[in-house]
């Protein structure tokens, strides 16, 4: 029977009633809109527990048709057409039961707003484009999903300012220098009580040197300042550099300092006395966008990662070492362990040992972002999307078993896409998460593995 029968066949009484040409423009219309829309709100919910500057924050739960830069969603007030809060203030995963997610790929994704004002009726928008033609009402209440139960004895620090956090830059001697928009917070972890102030330079690299002080590129130029909080004491020196500097590394005594990566100049300068001499110019790596300019401490005396690949310092420059050239040097970060040093390569991780071989570790970890000391015998890893929704890991490097993190350890709401890195405080046996919200800190017997 062909399908025209079989629809002659119906009983008439199932005949749908037909459309007036209004309501036909209306069903045209809303099939349009919900096709050019990028998105789907599910609901918007005023969260009277949970308070941003004694506002209450505003969860929507959103499903995206594609991948879109969740910075620049905005909560829109539909009454006004006015945007209250420019991007979110975390981001959440949900699974197709609305469940809470460990990472950042759950079929919906819950944003989470500090609006500056109230508002009763909201829609998102990205660079000027709605994501949902309907606008949804905002309802009191609480998250009806199932929240993961975090750690104990979690301790959480804000920043004293609200501004945008960019990571950890500096780990050394109970001082954590961390980079803010326009200013660094200098986190002391020298007392059970970590205490966060602002050091406003426009600092782009700081190391440690042998005397305990600090050698810093601020504004360009190489300034020494001396042992203790860091920005607290006037610097003892400041050599101009031969060009905008924006980052240094000791190599074996000797200071050498270069350009970023978006720099004109592409030479290495050695600082003789208050002197710098070019002893190198890069050439650059061909990638997807041109030529790349990549280079890198590492904790090795007199060696340096230059132009991609691993250099030594002689008195007449850089000479090649017989280490592979790295594939991603953009990414690479470095920690000194017994007998070599731990790096990062191509988001994988590869220890380095003093007998000149090279060995991938933990293969089955990908997407590794950052790489920092853990306590003696382990490494922290900072994890960027992976399968098991981790957001940091530790790993053992005697036996290569590892212990995963996720942000709902740390606080029920807490979003993956607000977490920095992760750091080892061996002096209270603690560590320290830096967040875009702040730190949140734990004593290490809360970890379990």
């Known amino acids: 029977m062909t399908l025209l029968c079989l629809l002659l066949a119906q009983p008439i009484a199932q005949a749908r009633t037909p459309l007036s040409p209004q309501a036909m423009n209306e069903l045209v219309e809303e099939q349009q809109a919900a096709a050019a829309a990028p998105g789907r709100i599910h609901g918007a919910t005023r969260l009277t527990t949970h308070l941003v500057d004694g506002r209450p924050l505003i969860a929507v739960d959103v499903a995206l048709s594609g991948g879109m830069d969740w910075d620049d969603i905005e909560l829109v007030d539909t009454s006004s057409?006015?945007?209250?809060?420019?991007?979110?203030?975390?981001?959440?995963?949900?699974?197709?039961?609305?469940?809470?997610?460990?990472g950042r790929?759950?079929?919906?994704?819950?944003?989470?707003?500090?609006?500056?004002?109230?508002?009763?009726?909201?829609?998102?928008?990205?660079?000027?484009?709605?994501?949902?033609?309907?606008?949804?009402?905002?309802?009191?209440?609480?998250?009806?999903?199932g929240a993961a139960t975090p750690m104990t004895d979690v301790k959480h620090v804000p920043w004293p300012e609200d501004r945008t956090q960019w990571g950890a830059m500096a780990h050394s001697g109970g001082?954590?220098?961390?980079?803010?928009?326009?200013?660094?917070?200098?986190?002391?972890?020298?007392?059970a009580q970590v205490d966060v102030s602002i050091w406003n330079a426009k600092i782009t690299d700081i190391v440690t040197t042998k005397q305990g002080g600090w050698m810093a590129i601020q504004d360009g130029q190489l300034v020494e300042y001396p042992p203790g909080?860091?920005?607290?004491?006037?610097?003892?020196?400041?050599?101009?550099?031969?060009?905008?500097?924006?980052?240094?590394?000791?190599?074996?005594?000797?200071?050498?300092?270069?350009g970023g990566r978006h720099s004109r100049d592409?030479?290495?300068?050695?600082?003789?006395?208050?002197?710098?001499?070019?002893?190198?110019?890069?050439?650059?790596?061909?990638?997807?966008?041109?030529r790349q300019y990549d280079h890198a401490r590492v904790p090795l005396p007199g060696t340096l990662v230059w132009?991609?690949?691993?250099?030594?310092?002689?008195?007449?420059?850089?000479?090649?070492?017989?280490?592979?050239?790295?594939?991603?040097?953009?990414?690479?970060?470095?920690?000194?362990?017994?007998?070599?040093?731990?790096?990062?390569?191509?988001?994988?991780?590869?220890?380095?040992?003093?007998?000149g071989t090279t060995a991938r570790v933990a293969p089955a970890l990908s997407n590794i972002m950052e790489l920092h000391?853990?306590?003696?015998?382990?490494?922290?890893?900072?994890?960027?999307?992976?399968h098991q929704g981790w957001v940091a890991a530790q790993i053992d490097l005697a036996d290569g078993s590892v212990r995963g993190l996720h942000t709902t350890d740390l606080a029920p709401f807490l979003s993956a896409y607000s977490m920095r890195s992760l750091h080892y405080d061996q002096a209270f046996d603690r560590y320290v998460a830096i967040t875009g919200d702040g730190l949140y800190i734990f004593p290490a017997a809360s970890w379990k593995p």
């Open 81 to 102: 057409d006015v945007t209250v809060s420019h991007g979110p203030w975390t981001v959440l995963a949900l699974g197709d039961d609305h469940t809470l997610l460990p």
């Open 105 to 145: 790929s759950g079929s919906h994704l819950l944003f989470l707003y500090a609006p500056t004002t109230d508002v009763q009726e909201v829609t998102l928008r990205s660079w000027g484009h709605l994501l949902s033609e309907r606008p949804v009402a905002v309802v009191d209440g609480d998250l009806p999903y």
């Open 175 to 191: 001082w954590l220098i961390v980079r803010l928009r326009g200013a660094m917070a200098v986190v002391d972890l020298t007392a």
């Open 229 to 258: 909080r860091p920005g607290a004491h006037p610097p003892v020196r400041t050599i101009e550099g031969p060009i905008s500097l924006d980052h240094l590394a000791n190599l074996d005594g000797t200071w050498v300092a270069w």
């Open 266 to 290: 592409r030479n290495l300068y050695r600082l003789t006395g208050d002197d710098w001499t070019a002893i190198a110019t890069a050439e650059g790596v061909p990638s997807t966008f041109g």
């Open 307 to 355: 132009d991609s690949a691993f250099r030594g310092l002689t008195d007449n420059g850089l000479v090649d070492l017989d280490v592979a050239a790295l594939s991603d040097a953009g990414g690479f970060m470095a920690v000194g362990v017994p007998g070599g040093f731990l790096y990062t390569d191509d988001r994988k991780l590869f220890r380095r040992s003093s007998d």
């Open 373 to 386: 000391p853990g306590p003696e015998g382990a490494a922290l890893l900072k994890l960027g999307d992976n």
